[in-house]
């Protein structure tokens, strides 16, 4: 059972490029979610999706596009990389959003 | 906004003293997570609290969820060095969102 599996684990960036981060679950989880850490501020959701077909925003949406078009697959989607965006991103899952959330590996992304 | 504030930010200890963490919250939460995060690592579920005025209890590390329903600790008697690590609560609220607080940081002294 891989649980949430995150790729990449590391990546740099150009300011201005564009990529995917992919986040996939196996464990038939409504409830997923996106998140940011930075140092000093804890985890911040970026977005999330309570479903298929749903999505929705959270604390820092600005800057990030996420679609849930199969329940496995979330994948968060950086249009313009910016500096201010370099930082630990986490995915996790959770049943219905108010039970154990199982959290991916990470994905150190840099911005430069 | 619905906002969860964490105190201490960083906790350093002697091995053996005990270590307390605070969470508060702006509004009325449908319940709290608590979770580790290793160095280097994700954040790993420890324990969730429902009920108004929850005590749990997991060996060494006490949880407390306040009658109100907005506030939370996490307490660990006589600390060992496998207990570093970042703590974060983390506030589920009506809506369906996972606030986390920032975190407090425990550095153990052998």
């Known amino acids: 059972n891989a649980g949430v599996t995150q790729t990449p684990k590391f990546q740099v960036l150009k300011t201005g490029q564009s990529m995917t981060l992919q986040c996939a679950q196996d464990?038939?989880?409504?409830?997923m979610s996106w998140y940011r850490q930075d140092p000093g501020m804890g985890l911040r959701l970026i977005h999330y999706s309570v479903g298929a077909g749903i999505t929705d925003q959270g604390e820092v949406p600005n800057g990030y596009n996420v679609s849930r078009s199969t329940t496995e697959d979330f994948p968060l989607r950086l249009l313009s990389a910016a500096p201010s965006q370099t930082s630990v991103y986490f995915c996790a899952s959770s049943y219905n959003g108010h039970t154990e959330a199982f959290f991916g590996q990470g994905t150190r992304l840099t911005v430069v | 906004g619905q906002q969860v504030m964490q105190i201490p930010q960083y906790q350093h200890v002697q091995e053996g003293e005990d270590f307390t963490t605070y969470c508060n919250s702006s509004t009325t939460l449908s319940n709290i997570q608590w979770y580790k995060q290793r160095p280097g690592g994700h954040p790993v579920f420890l324990i969730q609290?429902?009920?108004?005025?929850e005590v749990k209890k997991q060996k060494r590390l006490t949880f407390q969820f306040g009658e109100a329903k907005k506030n939370s600790s996490l307490h660990i008697t006589a600390t060992q060095t496998t207990d570093v690590g970042t703590y974060f609560c983390?506030?589920?609220?009506?809506?369906?969102?996972?606030?986390f607080g920032a975190g407090t940081r425990l550095t153990v002294k052998p």
């Open positions: 609290l429902v009920k108004s005025g």
């Open positions: 464990m038939n989880h409504e409830y």
């Open positions: 983390a506030g589920i609220h009506n809506n369906n969102d996972m606030r």
